[in-house]
């Protein structure tokens, strides 16, 4: 599975972002899904993941009741929105996705495989 992430960028604070990535090569809805974010001199964090169906989620505590974690299976696609956004959540975010049978969410970088290339955002004050 190669993973594609995109739609990061600069706004201020209390605004929206939606992050997206595609992913190809394999049939996507066989895979859990997560995105991670990695701030500058801090470790990389898990924010959100998903089951394969998306019927199951997970938010770090941070983010709940702001970012919602989605997934297109049709278009091979999961998505997470951001809305009232603060300067905290300025990272690099990382997709991730891995083969499931169990339909279980995953919190632990180590139990991904596939990873997308990071797409920045910065919430300025």
């Known amino acids: 599975v190669q993973l594609q992430a995109s739609g990061g960028g600069l706004v201020q604070a209390g605004n929206s972002l939606r992050l997206s990535c595609v992913a190809s090569?394999?049939?996507?809805?066989?895979?859990?899904v997560g995105w991670f974010r990695q701030a500058p001199g801090k470790e990389r964090e898990l924010v959100s993941a998903?089951?394969?169906?998306?019927?199951?989620?997970y938010y770090t505590n941070s983010v709940k009741g702001r970012f919602t974690i989605s997934r297109d299976n049709a278009k091979n696609t999961m998505y997470l929105q951001m809305n009232s956004l603060k300067p905290e959540d300025t990272a690099v975010y990382f997709c991730?996705?891995?083969?499931?049978?169990?339909?279980?969410?995953?919190?632990?970088?180590?139990?991904?495989?596939?990873w997308g290339q990071g797409t920045q955002v910065t919430v300025s004050s």
């Open positions: 090569g394999r049939i996507f809805s066989s895979y859990a």
């Open positions: 991730a996705a891995r083969r499931s049978s169990d339909g279980g969410v995953y919190t632990t970088q180590n139990a991904y495989n596939y």
């Open positions: 998903s089951n394969w169906s998306g019927a199951l989620t």
